[in-house]
């Protein structure tokens, strides 16, 4: 069987998750567009290992510029978007800081909007493509001290289920992927316990997975799998009481 080579954009991939998608991606002959706000961060021996690599310098907040670099990346192909690029609270807090919520959901939700138009509008001329959002298990239920992080995947997750019933229609295929904690420089400043914590490297061999599977939505590691979708299945009063517990409630201040 001949090999297909893909051509794959994914937003948030100077660190952490995305870097560790696109270096197996790579490392398989793929075509990779890797990119972020702060390219320095990508190793000069990484650019220099793979020519199938291009890098753009891009803020998924920048509507315009969205729409600039992934029609210019699409010019030679596309086939897989992954909005991947979030970012979090850091330290949990019990009081709302709402400016931090604007910047979570300005990049969280509507950064994944600006990926997902560009290349909405190439798949639908080819009539194929793939659409992968990384959400989180974050999104199942809302955490205490994470209010905007657990909103705004919980709205990536319901763009998605209901992409999943809109665009297969056209060839387009849609998958959700919901990590527990993985090991990255954003879960790096947290102050709190981070159960089943995997590697980002094994964290990106399973995504990858999930995504050639064409999975519509993969939560793992399955300890987390099992525990949110409990937490989310209770009663809204029974949850309400397990998270004020002290085990459960981490929040700070
Ligand atoms: N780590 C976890 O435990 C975990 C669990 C569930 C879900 N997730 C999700 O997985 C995704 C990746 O997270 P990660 O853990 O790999 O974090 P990370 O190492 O901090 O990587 C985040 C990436 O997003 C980019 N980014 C942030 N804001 C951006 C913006 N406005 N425009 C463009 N790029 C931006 C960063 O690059 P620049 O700084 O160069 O812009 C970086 O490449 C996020 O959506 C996160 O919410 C992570």
Known sequence: MSFHKKSIFITGST???GHKLAELYLRDGHRVGISGRDLSKVEQSFKDEFENLELFEVDVTD???MNEVITDFSQKGLDIIIANAGISHGPKSK????????????TNVLGVINTFAPALSVFEKQGSGHIVAIASVAGFV???GASAYSASKSA??????????????MGIDVTTICPGFIDTPLTQKNDHSMPFLMSAEKGARLIKEAIRAKRVLFVFPWQMSVAI??????PRFIYRFIMKLPVANYSKS
């Open 15 to 17: 660190s952490g998750i």
């Open 63 to 65: 509507q315009d510029r």
């Open 95 to 106: 009081r709302p800081d709402m400016e931090v919520a604007r910047r979570i959901f300005n």
């Open 142 to 144: 809302g955490l205490p």
């Open 156 to 169: 990536v997750m319901k763009l998605c289920e209901s992409y999943a019933l809109d665009l297969p229609k």
């Open 229 to 234: 979708h409990l937490l989310s299945y209770l």
